[in-house]
């Protein structure tokens, strides 16, 4: 964040944590974080301080040579996604000394529920598909909406109204990746702005599903990739003295979306991996296949004790 020290950093993302968690008693959101570290690894304590602080960590020390490492992490990742999200990290690499790992899990019931006895099968258009159906629900309520130049946008409430579901729906002459490239932060704040509430038939399908990537490429494109190149990363506030960068950055998402409400769940684990020592250059090739000069020295006057030369060294 341009413009921000550290320490503004540091707070802002706590209190806007704390902010998140209270806001609204009939959506349970949890948020987590963690670090792990390699039990021979040394941390400084500074860097251990600000993440308790700040951040609510849990930090662990860990034999990151035994077998049983990555089941206690992962253990640690399905408790705090409510089982949604397992089995992220499968083994551990031998330059590997830490992982950050933070989780949120998010369960909200609609403000308005919707009656099972409505869900059915009903048409949904996928691109070279016909006569495609899915299990959709429906209701009538009041939903704060706007119509978008390129797009519909429904805002459907959980619990109070604190969280909610903005649903973004391309004009049939417009594709989801046309919706997506007019996203921005200040134009999304004026759409939201803009919605007014408005009698609604919604028809919507239910939908669950998994996702995991990798975020490398992805966090690169947007700037961060000075953080993945072993020769440039600096995460001296960590360990000043063990040059450190991120080897790969894991996200595993869970979303159930039914009758009741949403259940989602997400995990991000930044690998930190030791930058490994650069090969030493290929030595020069001092071949002595061939008849040579040899002397013998002292070595502070450089007095030649000795000097001749060697035809065959046989003789």
Known sequence: MQGFTDSEINKTYRKLMLSLLSLDPQVELSI??????????KVQQSFI???????????????????????????????????????VIKDIGP???????????????????????????????????TNHKVMSMMMNADFRHGAQPDFDALEIPYGQGNYNIIILLPNKDKTVNDVI???????LDEWMNRMKKTDVQLTMPKFKFSFKEQLKDALSGIGMGI?????????????????LFISKVQHNTFVDVNEKGTEAAAVTVVVMDKATVSLRPRPYLFTVDRPFVFMITEKETHAVMFIGKVMNPHL
């Open 32 to 41: 987590a974080n963690s670090i792990w570290y390699r039990n021979t690894f």
């Open 227 to 243: 953080a993945f190149d072993s020769s440039k990363a600096n995460f001296a506030k960590i360990n000043p003295n063990v040059p």
């Open 181 to 187: 490239a007019s996203l921005n932060g200040e134009n």
């Open 49 to 87: 301080d600000i993440n308790k602080m700040n951040y609510d960590a849990e930090i662990a020390a860990l034999d990151f040579k035994s077998l049983q490492s990555p089941d206690i992490i992962n253990k640690w990742i399905a408790g705090k996604t409510n089982d949604k999200i397992k089995d």
């Open 95 to 129: 330059q590997t000394v830490m992982f950050l790992v933070n989780a949120i899990y998010f369960n909200g019931k609609w403000k308005h529920p919707f009656d099972e006895k409505n869900t059915s099968r009903r048409p949904f258009a996928i691109p070279g598909e």
